[in-house]
C-alpha cells in the first residue's frame, strides 16, 4: 500500500499528458484547415493540387 500513491499518480499524469497531445493535435489540425481554406480562398493552392492537375492534362 506504501506504493499506491506513486503508481496511481504516475498513471494518471501519463493519461493527462496522452490527453493534452490528443487535444492539442486535433486542435492544430484545425486551426491547419483553417488556413488552408483562408488560402485558397484567395487563391492559392497547393502545389500537390497543380501537379495532380498537370498530369491529368498531359494523360
Excluded: P
Aim: charged share 20%.
Amino acid at each position: 500500500m506504501s506504493h499506491i500513491f506513486y503508481v496511481v499518480g504516475s498513471y494518471a499524469l501519463t493519461v493527462g499528458i496522452c490527453l493534452a497531445l490528443t487535444i492539442w493535435i486535433y486542435l492544430d489540425g484545425r486551426a491547419r484547415q483553417a488556413e488552408l481554406k483562408t488560402l485558397e480562398a484567395q487563391g492559392i493552392r497547393r502545389r500537390s493540387a497543380s501537379a495532380s492537375s498537370t498530369q491529368d492534362r498531359n494523360a
